[in-house]
Nanobody
């Protein structure tokens, strides 16, 4: 069974940075495209970024372009989401997802495997 685990969330002031990590149990992340999604209270889940297996293809949602960077470290079996210049509207639970294929899409309905999430809170 594929198990994804997010870490690195926390409380940060507006303008600050956090780096989220996505690790796996029972499988190798390098065999999957990995994405990051988030869900704020009272809002629908939204896609943030996705990276293909080699790391050569990425996609970002408009609200985070230029501020967030997705990357992967195959040796550590980890995918990262570096979040800079954080804003209060970035406050949400952040999830990583895995898919066999890189679809490029940030639609949450396309992804079957989800982690439990990590809370990110940005204070103004």
């Amino acid at each position: 069974q594929l198990q994804l685990m997010e870490s690195g969330g926390g409380l940060v002031q507006s303008g600050g940075s956090l780096r989220l990590s996505c690790t796996a149990s029972g499988f190798t992340l390098a065999d999957y495209a990995i994405g990051w999604f988030r869900q704020a209270p009272g809002k629908e889940r939204e896609g943030i970024s996705i990276i293909n297996r080699s790391g050569g293809l990425t996609n970002y949602a408009d609200p985070v372009k230029g501020r967030f960077t997705i990357s992967r470290d195959k040796a550590k079996n980890t995918v990262y989401l570096q979040m800079n210049n954080l804003k209060p509207e970035d406050t949400a639970v952040y999830y990583c997802v895995a898919d066999t294929y890189y679809r490029g899409s940030l639609s949450p309905v396309l992804y079957e495997h989800w982690g439990q999430g990590t809370q990110v809170t940005v204070s103004s």
